[in-house]
């Protein structure tokens, strides 16, 4: 049943559709549980304007015994304006593989870790009707729907199927929090027409860098043979816009933190562990899209020829597991086994080159820790958002820390004061690093404000105003919905 029906004159209510709701939960063994809220990622609540309602749909984090379905939807409700989806046992393995390994490496232009299998596909069909029918069963006239990310992307057609005319004035985003390949590339997916005439069933789609809208057009125009201009796509008599969006951070969420008693503790300490030390940062998911084993490589060879910085420079790398796995990915044994060779090569009695941590919580360590460092370095191969070095921006307004951006992250596209890196290039790497370690307090500033403005000017609450005002645009959509055949699609 649809939550509470707002003033359609006064109130807007938005759904937000993600994979995961970040919400977990610890059965108490009498047909209750705890219910664990998770933070950070895309699902960190929205600050939204005061006359629009925002309610979350997706898939727990965690797996739910289904004697606990209908306690946990009942507190997801009433607690935090959420809806969960329940998956079958049997479904959602196979989605979540689907995801993490085919779709992931199509999009991040992997090839060579593709294995397509048509039951993987029928699986993340399955799993996308079964969001498509919850969504169905709450959207009401005038919602506007904000779909995030790669694994709900047949979620625009099937909406359109499930609701069928019997809802009205439904306004569809879809937003993309990945990269999106060339036509090349995504022909790789066997699928990959019905993917594009399922996103088309949207009124808005948003990407984080213009070089992947143009990769979207591109594939419409010759995969489908559609006419496109710069900003949209005519499909079936209806314009569907699309434009880049960058998705910031929330600007106060580091700074607000650090001004707090404990904030400050916590600098100091880290402050004080670190004295006469330059500290260089990176924080890393595990896997082979952010070049990690590349970055070790370069700071190795920083050691290696510049051997007066030993002892005088720290790389601190936090490694995150991700959810789900991506197959042929460096895993934790060979990072580790770079790691143990640099420090038996360059560690002392009380020198120690590198340090490692895993998943810590936001607000105890993460704005403390990037606070106190002096340089950030992103060696992504394919990066979308960047959030960990916008956040590091975001902490250093006293330090004026340097960032190094890997040129194919999308905010190296518009962002200055950085230092562009390719990290495929080690040595490259390895001498901007050094680079990275020289340079000036003045000049240190001046790069410092011009990161600053980027990050402030496509901040969170800016990306959600641009969503809101981008949707309402958006012209009024047939209620049918109608598809291309295989037959009349073009390859070009």
Same mark, same amino acid.
């Given at each position: 049943?649809?939550?509470?029906?707002?003033?359609?004159?006064?109130?807007?209510?938005?759904?937000?559709?993600?994979?995961?709701?970040?919400?977990?939960?610890?059965?108490?063994?009498?047909?209750?549980?705890?219910?664990?809220?998770?933070?950070?990622?895309?699902?960190?609540?929205?600050?939204?304007?005061?006359?629009?309602?925002?309610?979350?749909?997706?898939?727990?984090?965690?797996?739910?015994?289904?004697?606990?379905?209908?306690?946990?939807?009942?507190? %997801?409700? $009433?607690?935090?304006? #959420?809806?969960?989806?329940?998956?079958? !046992? =049997? @479904?959602?393995?196979? &989605?979540?593989?689907?995801?993490?390994?085919?779709?992931?490496?199509?999009?991040?232009?992997?090839?060579?870790?593709?294995?397509?299998?048509?039951?993987?596909?029928?699986?993340?069909?399955?799993?996308?009707?079964?969001?498509?029918?919850?969504?169905?069963?709450?959207?009401?006239?005038?919602?506007?729907?904000?779909?995030?990310?790669?694994?709900?992307?047949? %979620?625009? $057609?099937?909406?359109? #199927?499930?609701?069928?005319?019997?809802? !009205? =004035? @439904?306004?569809?985003? &879809?937003?993309?929090?990945?990269?999106?390949?060339?036509?090349?590339?995504?022909?790789?997916?066997?699928?990959?027409?019905?993917?594009?005439?399922?996103?088309?069933?949207?009124?808005?789609?948003?990407?984080?860098?213009?070089?992947?809208?143009?990769?979207?057009?591109?594939?419409?125009?010759?995969?489908?043979?559609?006419?496109?201009?710069?900003?949209?796509?005519?499909?079936?008599?209806?314009?569907?816009?699309?434009?880049?969006?960058?998705?910031?951070?929330?600007?106060?969420?580091?700074?607000?933190?650090?001004?707090?008693?404990?904030?400050?503790?916590?600098?100091?300490?880290?402050?004080?562990?670190?004295?006469?030390?330059?500290?260089?940062?990176?924080?890393?998911?595990?896997?082979?899209?952010?070049?990690?084993?590349?970055?070790?490589?370069?700071?190795?060879?920083?050691?290696?020829?510049?051997?007066?910085?030993?002892?005088?420079?720290?790389?601190?790398?936090?490694?995150?597991?991700?959810?789900?796995?991506?197959?042929?990915?460096?895993?934790?044994?060979?990072?580790?086994?770079?790691?143990?060779?640099?420090?038996?090569?360059?560690?002392?009695?009380?020198?120690?080159?590198?340090?490692?941590?895993?998943?810590?919580?936001?607000?105890?360590?993460?704005?403390?820790?990037?606070?106190?460092?002096?340089?950030?370095?992103?060696?992504?191969?394919?990066?979308?958002?960047?959030?960990?070095?916008?956040?590091?921006?975001?902490?250093?307004?006293?330090?004026?820390?340097?960032?190094?951006?890997?040129?194919?992250?999308?905010?190296?596209?518009?962002?200055?004061?950085?230092?562009?890196?390719?990290?495929?290039?080690?040595?490259?790497?390895?001498?901007?690093?050094?680079?990275?370690?020289?340079?000036?307090?003045?000049?240190?500033?001046?790069?410092?404000?011009?990161?600053?403005?980027?990050?402030?000017?496509?901040?969170?609450?800016?990306?959600?105003?641009?969503?809101?005002?981008?949707?309402?645009?958006?012209?009024?959509?047939?209620?049918?919905?109608?598809?291309?055949?295989?037959?009349?699609?073009?390859?070009?």
């Amino acid at each position: 049943m649809p939550f509470m029906l707002p003033d359609p004159a006064t109130t807007t209510r938005l759904l937000e559709i993600h994979q995961y709701l970040p919400f977990g939960l610890t059965p108490n063994g009498d047909g209750t549980a705890n219910i664990i809220q998770h933070g950070g990622g895309f699902n960190t609540a929205l600050k939204v304007p005061s006359n629009v309602l925002l309610y979350s749909i997706g898939c727990p984090s965690c797996e739910v015994p289904s004697e606990l379905e209908d306690f946990l939807e009942v507190k %997801l409700r $009433e607690t935090y304006g #959420a809806i969960p989806v329940f998956l079958p !046992k =049997d @479904v959602r393995p196979t &989605f979540e593989k689907f995801c993490n390994s085919t779709i992931w490496s199509i999009f991040h232009t992997l090839p060579e870790h593709v294995a397509y299998r048509r039951d993987d596909w029928t699986a993340y069909v399955q799993a996308n009707r079964m969001y498509a029918k919850a969504v169905a069963a709450e959207v009401c006239d005038g919602d506007m729907l904000w779909i995030h990310g790669l694994a709900l992307m047949l %979620l625009p $057609e099937m909406i359109r #199927a499930e609701i069928n005319g019997r809802v !009205k =004035d @439904v306004k569809i985003a &879809f937003i993309m929090h990945t990269p999106f390949p060339s036509i090349d590339v995504l022909r790789i997916l066997p699928v990959h027409t019905e993917v594009l005439q399922a996103l088309l069933q949207s009124d808005f789609l948003s990407f984080h860098a213009a070089d992947y809208v143009k990769n979207f057009l591109d594939c419409c125009s010759r995969a489908l043979c559609l006419d496109t201009t710069p900003n949209s796509v005519q499909f079936h008599e209806q314009t569907v816009n699309v434009a880049s969006c960058p998705y910031g951070i929330d600007l106060d969420r580091c700074k607000d933190f650090l001004r707090t008693p404990t904030g400050q503790q916590k600098l100091s300490a880290m402050t004080r562990t670190w004295r006469g030390l330059k500290v260089m940062i990176s924080i890393d998911e595990l896997q082979n899209t952010n070049g990690v084993l590349e970055k070790l490589y370069a700071f190795e060879a920083l050691l290696e020829d510049h051997k007066e910085w030993i002892g005088k420079v720290i790389l601190v790398q936090i490694l995150i597991t991700p959810k789900g796995s991506l197959e042929g990915g460096p895993n934790e044994g060979e990072i580790n086994a770079v790691i143990g060779e640099i420090m038996g090569r360059y560690s002392t009695m009380d020198y120690s080159p590198i340090k490692v941590f895993g998943t810590f919580r936001f607000r105890d360590d993460f704005a403390a820790l990037l606070a106190a460092s002096d340089v950030y370095v992103d060696s992504s191969f394919r990066e979308a958002t960047s959030e960990a070095a916008l956040h590091y921006i975001m902490t250093q307004h006293t330090n004026h820390g340097v960032l190094l951006l890997s040129q194919f992250a999308a905010p190296a596209q518009t962002m200055r004061g950085v230092y562009l890196v390719n990290p495929y290039d080690t040595l490259h790497l390895a001498d901007t690093m050094y680079e990275s370690l020289m340079v000036d307090a003045a000049q240190r500033r001046e790069n410092w404000t011009q990161m600053e403005r980027y990050v402030a000017k496509y901040s969170r609450e800016a990306w959600v105003q641009s969503m809101l005002g981008a949707l309402k645009k958006s012209s009024s959509r047939n209620p049918e919905t109608r598809r291309i055949s295989a037959e009349s699609a073009c390859v070009a």
